[in-house]
């Protein structure tokens, strides 16, 4: 089954305790994509890759690092957490980043409050 | 500054009364339009994408149409399943870069 997974969907943690956000998908998939969604303020984009090694910076970077070193994996990391990162995150594939092949494919989305 | 504002924020109908959703937004050069539905604990599920002023796109009691300033989902004789959030997003001139409105809560009753 053609799927975006992350890990995990639930997430509690403190302020400064880093942690990172798998997301894999089995689409071969080039182009890769983080948001966050709040109340009010919809999907931001945080970080998004078009291929293996090309990552750039979306809306909303601060606070976050990306890799993208295998195809499949793209993992968002915050190395400090803090109380304002405390969002719904969502991890996003599609074929490629250009028009006709930009349908973007959705995790189920991890909830993380930081304390 | 590229933005996407969608309204209504909340609406509920009752089954089989037909409504309209809007998407407007300002992008420096719009590359395409999508919508998504998005379902309770769920991620955003595609649904239309649109690329031209004048473009439509029908699925089931869904259409999508597009204009050079919004664009419109209208749902022709609802059923209460679907009820869900729909989302509006648009990808600008750079093509790495997407948009997404705030989105439109449907709540359809029997």
């Known amino acids: 089954e053609a799927q975006v997974t992350q890990n995990p969907r639930y997430l509690i943690t403190v302020t400064g305790k880093k942690l990172t956000v798998t997301c894999s998908q089995n689409?071969?998939?080039?182009?890769m994509s983080w948001y966050r969604q709040d109340p009010g303020l919809g999907l931001r984009q945080i970080y998004y890759?078009?291929?293996?090694?090309?990552?750039d910076k979306g809306d909303v970077p601060e606070g976050y690092k990306v890799s993208r070193k295998e195809k499949r994996n793209f993992p968002l990391i915050l190395e400090s957490p803090s109380p304002n990162q405390t969002s719904l995150y969502f991890c996003a594939s599609s074929l490629k980043y250009g028009i006709g092949k930009n349908i973007q494919y959705f995790g189920a989305g991890t909830r993380l409050s930081v304390l | 500054e590229d933005q996407v504002t969608q309204s209504p924020e909340a609406l509920r109908l009752q089954e089989g009364e037909s409504s309209s959703l809007n998407c407007s937004y300002t992008?420096?050069?719009?590359?395409?339009l999508f919508w998504y539905r998005q379902d309770p604990g769920k991620g955003p599920e595609f649904l239309f994408t649109?690329?031209?002023a004048g473009e439509e796109k029908e699925k089931e009691r869904l259409k999508a149409t597009l204009t050079k300033k919004e664009s419109f989902l209208h749902i022709t004789a609802p059923k209460p399943e679907d009820s869900a959030t729909y989302l509006c997003a648009v990808q600008a001139s750079d093509f790495n870069k997407f948009y997404f409105g705030s989105g439109t809560k449907l709540n359809v009753k029997p």
């Open positions: 890759s078009m291929n293996v090694e090309v990552t």
């Open positions: 992008v420096s050069g719009l590359r395409g």
């Open positions: 689409m071969n998939h080039e182009y």
């Open positions: 649109l690329y031209s």
